[in-house]
């Protein structure tokens, strides 16, 4: 029997949020997708996930910018990850499709998300010190574990 997995994580920033939701394993979650990304703001969602993207605009939006689903026209992770390795080859930075600071705020969001749904806490973060502003969940999550008989340099 198949484990459901169903999450929904709100990123509340200054001038807009940001909805992750997830449902695997019924492959029919929010916006008939199994995951997405939702970009809300006042007139419209921008809706998208590796598969396609769609503009969806409120009923009362006097701005009339949808923009019905759009397929992905290729292979975004596999052309992500050839890029990105040709840049580790070249060592050509500007060659990058996205930038390293953009691709590591991207997995910090990730990660935020699992560390909020593990601790069952809403969390702040401080953009400044790059880390939550309560000590215990960095201590608990934040920090290092080694594995296995293996740890990492001291750098």
């Known amino acids: 029997m ?45 809706i998208l996930n590796r598969q396609a993207w769609e503009v969806i605009e409120e009923k009362v939006s006097c ?3 949808s923009k019905p689903f759009v397929k992905s026209s290729d292979n975004g992770l596999d052309n992500h990850m050839v890029n990105f390795f040709s840049v580790v080859r070249s060592r050509k ?10 691709a590591a705020h991207v997995a910090t969001v990730a990660h935020m998300e699992n ?11 401080n953009n400044v010190k790059h ?19 293996y740890s990492l340099p001291k750098v």
């Not at 930075?93 to 953009?102: A, G």
């Not at 560390?115 to 973060?125: E, N, V």
């Not at 880390?131 to 008989?149: E, P, R, V």
């Open 2 to 46: 198949k484990k459901l997995l169903i999450r929904s994580t709100l990123y509340e920033y200054d001038k807009f949020n940001m909805v992750w939701d997830s449902a695997m394993c019924i492959d029919n979650g929010s916006y008939n997708r199994n995951h997405w990304i939702a970009y809300i703001g006042n007139n419209d969602a921008l």
């Open 63 to 65: 701005n009339k910018v």
């Open 93 to 102: 930075k500007e060659e990058l499709n996205c930038s390293v600071r953009d």
């Open 115 to 125: 560390i909020a749904f593990r601790s069952g806490q809403k969390l702040s973060w």
């Open 131 to 149: 880390q939550f502003t309560d000590q215990q969940i960095d201590d608990k999550y934040l920090l290092a574990n080694d594995h296995n008989g």
